[in-house]
């Protein structure tokens, strides 16, 4: 804390990690004296650079960017640039932190990284966008490469920013390193499926999460937080699975549809025409909208997916939820729930899947991403879903197993931390003291 003071989001995220360990340690005196703890709390290099670029009016405007390179045991460093006004040095290093252990999760060979800038995309015209991405990427491409490190979207940024970048990367460079960022568009070596791929792989988690206890999400009422990338494949996924979704959200407010959210309207609305989604109920009136995103908690459901943004759901609304029943948790967004939500899902009888199990989708399939530019090929749309779907079903089983073992049964926030730690800490002692 003394080092790194005010960075409340990273504190808490180490927070969840190291009291997971405590079994690990005992097990494995080792990792004490390899020092592991001290050395991986602490990022290989943290960078942050100025960002000047003209809006429409002709006014010079300067941004902050940051780029996190936190650890590369196990491959180049790997994870999702943010744009958004929130972004500092604390929620890129929470944010790289966990990309570590999620990123050892599903198997891949790809370490923790994390980016972005505290420049707000809303109501910016394409020309901003685009000249800010620019600006943005004549400083990180020196920092980056598809050995070195290969950021991805996050909140914020989607194909059309990782558009722009790729551009202005390979036009600074002069080469066409296809692998050195994922997301890409189809057209120019980007993966199918990646774009659904958090979503589906947190259904995929939370669908293995119900069956060990003979549920499913067939006829269940479900609540998706958010509706961006994320949130909408989650939703896509959970409707294919027979589940009935009821609510969806942004920042400014929730729609609740008891009809079931009409997908095809919040693609059109959110994907295509970029609008809020208060401009839902205009075309079904029988939903509501309310002011407020957090108010979205209060709603009875089976299944909750929190697909926004972290911290969203706090003891408050994890009493409410548990209150009026909710069956399971699945975390599609980055630490969504604070630690105090946490412990009221983990003392009910809640299924509770955490975020750096449950959304490792997105960066396994950028991780296959890599793989099809590095061997000049393509996969289907169906071969992708399937490694996504094994990937998921893998995680899981580890995390579980992991919970079991250390003496945690059916604590997968226990699972996940360990059965991510084990793998990098066991790189890190094999590469000495770096
Ligand atoms: P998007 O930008 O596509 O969507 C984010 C959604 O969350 C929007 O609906 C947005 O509303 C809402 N939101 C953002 N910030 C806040 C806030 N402070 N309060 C309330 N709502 C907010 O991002 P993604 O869907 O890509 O990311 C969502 C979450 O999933 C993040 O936590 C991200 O780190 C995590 N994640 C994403 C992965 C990916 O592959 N994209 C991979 C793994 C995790 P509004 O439009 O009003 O801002």
């Known amino acids: ?37 001290e050395r991986i709390v602490e990022p290989e290099r ?29 491959g180049p460093y790997k994870g999702g640039l943010r744009f958004h006004p929130s972004v500092n040095s604390s929620i890129v290093k929470f944010l790289g932190f966990e990309q570590i252990f999620k990123n050892s999760l599903t198997c891949q060979p790809i370490g923790g990284g994390k ?84 979503g589906y792989g947190t259904v995929y988690f939370v669908e293995e999460m119900l069956k060990d206890k003979g549920l499913s999400f067939k006829g269940s009422n479900v609540i998706v937080s958010g509706s961006g990338n994320v949130s909408i494949y989650a939703m896509e996924k959970a409707m294919q699975l027979g589940a009935k979704v009821v609510a969806c959200s942004d920042s400014n407010g929730y729609v609740y549809d008891q009809n079931g959210i009409n997908l095809d309207t919040v693609k ?39 697909c926004a943004t972290q911290n969203e759901i706090d003891e408050s609304s994890a009493e409410i939820l548990v209150a009026n029943g909710v069956k399971a948790v699945g975390e599609g967004a980055n630490m969504p729930s604070t630690l105090e939500a946490i412990d009221v899902f983990l003392n009910s009888d809640v299924l509770f899947a955490p975020g750096k199990a449950a959304n490792a989708g997105g960066v396994a399939v950028s991780s296959l991403e890599m793989s099809q530019n590095s061997m000049r090929l393509s996969w289907t749309f169906e071969e992708v879903d399937a490694k996504l779907h094994q990937i998921m079903e893998n995680i899981y089983r580890n995390t579980i197993n992991a919970a079991e073992e250390y003496g945690h049964p059916g604590n997968l926030v226990v699972g996940a931390n360990i059965a991510g730690f084990i793998r990098v800490a066991d790189a890190m002692i094999a590469h000495g003291v770096i």
């Open 115 to 198: 980016g972005g800038a505290d420049f707000d995309p809303k109501g910016k015209s394409d020309g901003e966008i685009m000249r800010f991405t620019q600006s943005f990427m004549t400083e990180l491409y020196r920092h980056i490469g598809p050995d070195i490190d290969v950021p991805a979207g996050d909140i914020g940024v989607g194909a059309r920013e990782i558009g722009y970048m790729f551009g202005q990367y390979k036009r600074i460079r002069g080469s066409y390193e296809a692998g050195v960022l994922t997301g890409k568009g189809l057209g120019y070596g980007g993966s199918l499926t990646r774009k659904e791929a958090t």
């Open 1 to 37: 804390i003394a080092r790194n003071p005010y960075e409340c989001e990273f504190h808490q995220a180490v927070k969840e990690i190291f009291d997971s360990l405590v079994p690990v340690f005992v097990k494995y005196p080792q990792y004490m004296d390899h020092s592991i703890l």
């Open 268 to 306: 059109r609305l959110k994907e295509v025409e970029r609008k809020r989604i208060r401009e839902y109920v205009k075309e079904h009136p029988q939903a509501l909208y309310v002011e407020g995103c957090s108010g979205i908690w209060s709603l009875p459901c089976d299944i909750a997916l929190p």
């Open 46 to 74: 943290v960078i942050t650079f100025r960002v000047p670029w003209v809006d429409d009016r002709g006014k010079v405007q300067v941004n902050r960017g940051f780029r996190v390179q936190f650890n590369s045991a196990i």
